[in-house]
């Protein structure tokens, strides 16, 4: 399989642990993006990387949660201190980009997150 | 503010009745257009890209258009597996996030 893989696809943690995700995307691409996904919603974008420079953070990406993607390959999503409001589907998608056109992203299937 | 609308947000059909998805945006400069469709507990699944208004993409039983202020997913008799949620997605020139509407559930009872 060559998609976009992410690991684990479930964990269940206290209030105040950290919590670490990890988002191997598709060989090729040089984009890599991260949602999170609330039931009953779209995807809600976190953050992107162009190779391995982090260029975009959202507003909701609190100090709580750090991004890295060492060596423009896979990438990992931290939270730390975890709370309820936490809890969601963390998605990972990748894209390439070439010759300013992006073409679409594809998506892996997810981390389920529940802060208990 | 770019902003992303679907509707409606839940439709049940039965097997072999057409119809059609909605995503209307507002947004400060269109790059492209997307629709995913999303099966319970799993990552959108990427369906089409739309780039110019009167572009029209077809897939199966799926076929999505595209005017400067919406886009139409049209599903022409459906199967119970065509049952999902379906997502639209903007990518707004100048950023490089993908912004989305809440979706549409959609529901083809046998």
């Known amino acids: 399989d060559t998609g976009v893989s992410q690991d684990p696809r479930h964990k269940i943690t206290k209030r105040g642990q950290n919590v670490t995700f990890r988002c191997d995307p598709i060989?090729?691409?040089?984009?890599l993006y991260w949602y999170r996904q609330t039931l009953g919603q779209g995807p809600e974008f976190l953050t992107y990387?162009?190779?391995?420079?982090?260029?975009?953070k959202s507003r909701l990406l609190s100090d709580r949660f750090s991004a890295e993607r060492p060596k423009g390959s896979f990438s990992t999503l931290e939270i730390q201190r975890t709370e309820q409001g936490d809890s969601a589907m963390y998605l990972c998608?990748?894209?390439?980009?070439?010759?300013?056109?992006?073409?679409?992203?594809?998506f892996g299937q997810g981390t389920r997150l529940t802060v208990v | 503010e770019d902003q992303v609308t679907q509707s409606p947000e839940a439709l049940r059909l039965q097997e072999g009745e057409s119809s059609s998805l909605n995503c209307s945006y507002t947004?400060?400069?269109?790059?492209?257009l997307f629709w995913y469709r999303q099966d319970p507990g799993k990552g959108p699944e990427f369906l089409f890209t739309?780039?110019?208004a009167g572009e029209e993409k077809e897939k199966e039983r799926l076929k999505a258009t595209l005017t400067k202020k919406e886009s139409f997913l049209h599903i022409t008799a459906p199967k119970p597996e065509d049952s999902a949620t379906y997502l639209c997605?903007?990518?707004?020139?100048?950023?490089?996030?993908?912004?989305f509407g809440q979706g549409t559930r959609l529901t083809i009872n046998p």
């Open positions: 998608a990748s894209s390439k980009y070439r010759d300013i056109v992006d073409t679409e992203a594809f």
């Open positions: 060989s090729e691409h040089n984009r």
């Open positions: 990387f162009q190779n391995e420079a982090q260029l975009e």
């Open positions: 947004v400060s400069g269109l790059r492209g």
């Open positions: 739309l780039y110019s």
């Open positions: 997605a903007v990518h707004i020139q100048g950023a490089q996030k993908l912004v």
